[in-house]
């Protein structure tokens, strides 16, 4: 089925005439290009990027060919000429968007047929057939025929006078031994076939020592010190280059790092002594502050009074139920409904879904049949997931996952009234559908009753598919539930931030 979704680049204009000035003013003059569409991210404007002279966010929206596509995150997107789709579900075929009806399916021309059961031989379709390859736009044996090559493609048999240039199968050719000597009528010299790489960049082969594959697109490989970063690709060597999140970033300062998806650049960081401190002041940003009144949040100053909690460079009172910071962005809700997905506020029966794994959360329009695995929306006859990873085999009675982990900050404060404890991975094991976790606890407490566990070491057993990745070494936040049952509930944390701020919060709301 073809699927018509115009770009939206009317509609983006029209948002983007609330946009502040120099954020319009950035995108005008940034001409620069990018395959994904984007030339860029704007200053202070909340990690908007530029399409064309419009603003976008790549955690909502696309950008193709200049052209922005809402409602479908370009962390999870591929571009079909100037409209996003998403790549797990659909395929791009001659500019035609197409709704996928295997994890098999691929493009002939403009059609889409499955490799399963045919072939594709100059954008015709023809029935797979046992050792059978394309030669042009017909098919032939290769355990009996051989594809000839001259002005024009020719089908074979073996005891025909070789040729002096013959392929087997599509576009590989054989290689003679000896191609400069006479074979008499009836026999044929040895021929070797080359090894064809078994790497692939999309549908294309490639040699990974000289070319490197970035996201579907192939570029020439300077050194092994050339890396992907989404579709781009950079060296370590080069000057302020950073890759964050997917997006190569150019002409960023020196040291800059990037954190939770945001450019930190030194600035921000780093106290740059625009104002001389007196002994025993604190630097916050370029100016001084004093800690024992005031809190410094991504290099600006508040007043304790607001709040003890940063939330990116704000400052909030986390025993207001009405404020949710979510991944550095701080919302004020209308009402008591809503929860973080990354640095969105998802509200509920909004008809939209959530999908997040450690590295990404993204929202998805709801649909039918369609469920998350980790960041990914994928349609459920196509594909099957077993602990956050995708297989391309449907598997309609398999249990999914019934809820997600989210980051530590957007559990509290309802874990404050919990078992909970910090449980570290320490040894993995499968058996059968059960997944065996022995866990050696960091700390515990339930802060009723200030229980604290006396044996570290805990044996988890959970159904492997259905539970979210767990990997050896980390540290994860667990609850404690009936019968000495055990609940996964957060992303890998860091010990020394995240326990601190569970225990403050938990315990300033006990006080």
């Known amino acids: 089925m073809e699927i018509n979704r115009p770009a939206a680049k009317g509609v983006v204009t029209l948002l983007c005439m609330f946009a502040t000035y120099s954020a319009q003013d950035f995108c005008h003059h940034d001409k620069g290009s990018h395959n994904a569409g984007f030339s860029g991210e704007m200053e202070g404007s909340q990690h908007l990027h530029c399409c064309g002279n419009v603003s976008y966010k790549i955690s909502e929206s696309s950008c193709c060919n200049g052209n922005v596509t809402l409602g479908l995150s370009q962390l999870v997107a591929d571009c079909c000429d100037s409209v996003a789709y998403n790549p797990l579900n659909e395929i791009c075929c001659g ?3 197409l709704t996928r009806n295997s994890t098999h399916a691929k493009c002939c021309g403009k059609v889409m047929y499955l490799t399963t059961t045919h072939l594709c031989c100059d954008d015709i379709i023809l029935e797979l057939k046992e050792n059978h390859s394309c030669c ?5 044996d290769m ?10 493609l020719e089908i074979k048999p073996y005891n025909e006078t ?3 240039k013959v392929t087997v199968g599509y576009n590989v050719d054989l290689i003679l031994t000896d191609s400069d000597s006479e074979y008499p009528q009836g026999s044929c010299p040895t021929c070797t076939l080359p090894k064809v790489s078994e790497f692939m960049c999309g549908s294309e082969p490639y040699n990974p020592q000289e070319t490197i594959c970035c996201s579907g697109k192939l570029y020439k490989k300077a050194s092994t010190l050339t890396k992907c970063c989404g579709k781009n690709f950079y060296t370590l060597l080069d000057d302020n280059v950073l890759c964050c999140n997917g997006i190569l970033h150019l002409n960023v300062p020196e040291q800059s790092e990037c954190v939770g998806g945001v450019i930190y650049a030194p600035p921000n960081t780093i106290c740059q002594m625009f104002a001389r401190p007196r002994l025993g002041e604190h630097c916050c940003g370029g100016k001084t502050f004093d800690p024992h009144t005031h809190i410094c949040c991504n290099g600006h100053s508040h007043n304790k009074m607001k709040g003890n909690f940063c939330c990116g460079s704000e400052v909030y009172d986390h025993h207001n139920q009405l404020l949710r910071c979510c991944s550095g962005h701080l919302y004020k809700l209308t009402r008591l409904s809503g929860e973080c997905c990354g640095s969105h506020l998802l509200e509920y029966n909004n008809n939209q879904t ?8 993204i929202i998805y329009d709801t649909k039918p049949n369609h469920h998350c695995c980790g960041h990914y929306y994928f349609n459920t006859s196509l594909w099957s997931c077993c602990a956050e990873h995708l297989k391309p085999t449907p598997k309609p009675n398999s249990s999914l996952a019934e809820y997600r982990l989210k980051p530590l900050a957007d559990l509290i404060p309802d874990m ?4 909970v404890f910090f449980g570290k991975v320490e040894s993995l094991a499968l058996e059968n559908d059960q997944r065996h976790v022995v866990l050696k606890v960091v700390w515990q407490v339930n802060v009723k009753s200030e229980r604290f566990i006396k044996d570290p070491w805990l044996h988890v057993s959970m159904d492997h598919c259905s539970s979210p990745d767990t990997e050896n070494g980390m540290t994860y936040l667990w609850e404690e539930k009936h019968d000495r049952k055990y609940k996964l509930l957060s992303h890998p944390v860091d010990l020394t931030s995240d326990m601190h701020l569970l225990y403050a919060v938990c315990y300033q709301k006990k006080g």
């Open 354 to 361: 959530c999908c997040s794994s450690s590295t990404n959360s």
């Open 416 to 419: 404050c009234n919990k078992t």
């Open 136 to 140: 042009g736009n017909k098919t032939f």
């Open 143 to 152: 355990t009996t025929h051989y594809c000839y090559t001259d002005l024009t």
């Open 95 to 97: 500019g035609r968007i």
């Open 162 to 164: 070789c040729c002096p």
